[in-house]
């Protein structure tokens, strides 16, 4: 079964306009961290955000925020006022505390960004 | 800031040769990866390195990698006897002392490989 799941293959949006990027996860783990990174066309991997599972609130990191609903294993990463450089791939990812130290990520959303 | 550094950025082998990919981990890091994403797929855990031992390896790991920290900055990934599968982006991370789950991994700019 799949750790993370990103339904999303891709997406395009207007400039300006907010973006939800969909993610997943399971586990049976209490204790558990979600990330985003952004993956733009040049390779490298860009760490955006992260939300630990016993954060009481919602992580935000400037005009990312992370969309935390635990009973729904779901942790949707909003971009707001988008802009044309936020083209690119965006992975969610998952680190299990009590399993071991790896980061597991899913497939990805690539964001396509309209002028 | 500092940042994870990857040399090369790209490198093209035959099939059958030993490359070896190099990372300069963040300076106060102690915990160091490697992962790989072959071309339009998900990024893949390889190998986590931490006192100077192999802490977990996945199945993709096998005998013909190893890693190795030779000196006091710098953190290798060995393929010895490269395949044509073993094409793909290779991503070197690393992270601080902190046990929590909070600690995040920062990862490299990355290594194009391709085997020819």
């Known amino acids: 079964a799949q750790k993370i799941t990103q339904t999303q293959p891709g997406m395009f949006v207007q400039e300006k306009e907010a973006v939800t990027l969909d993610c997943t996860y399971d586990t049976s783990d209490p204790s558990y961290g979600l990330f985003w990174y952004k993956q733009p066309s040049s390779g490298e991997m860009i760490f955006l955000i992260y939300q630990g599972s016993y954060d009481q609130q919602n992580a935000t990191e400037g005009r990312y925020s992370l969309n935390f609903q635990k009973a729904r294993k779901s942790a949707n990463l909003v971009i707001s006022a988008s802009q044309l450089g936020d083209s690119a791939m965006y992975f969610c990812a998952m680190r299990e505390v009590s399993r071991d130290d790896k980061i597991i990520f899913g497939k990805g959303t690539r964001l396509h960004i309209l002028p | 800031e500092p940042e994870v550094t990857q040399t090369p950025s790209h490198q093209v082998t035959q099939m059958g040769q030993e490359v070896i990919l190099r990372c300069v981990p963040i300076s106060n890091h102690l915990y160091f990866y490697w992962y790989r994403q072959i071309l339009g797929q998900k990024v893949e855990f390889l190998v986590s390195f931490y006192n100077n031992e192999i802490s977990e390896k996945s199945e993709i790991f096998d005998d013909q990698f190893s890693v190795e920290r030779p000196d006091g900055s710098n953190f290798t990934l060995k393929i010895r006897s490269t395949k044509l599968e073993d094409s793909a982006m290779y991503f070197c991370?690393?992270?601080?002392?902190?046990?929590?789950?909070?600690?995040?991994?920062?990862f490299g700019p990355g290594t194009r490989l391709l085997v020819l």
């Open positions: 991370a690393s992270r601080g002392e902190g046990a929590t789950i909070q600690e995040t991994q920062y």
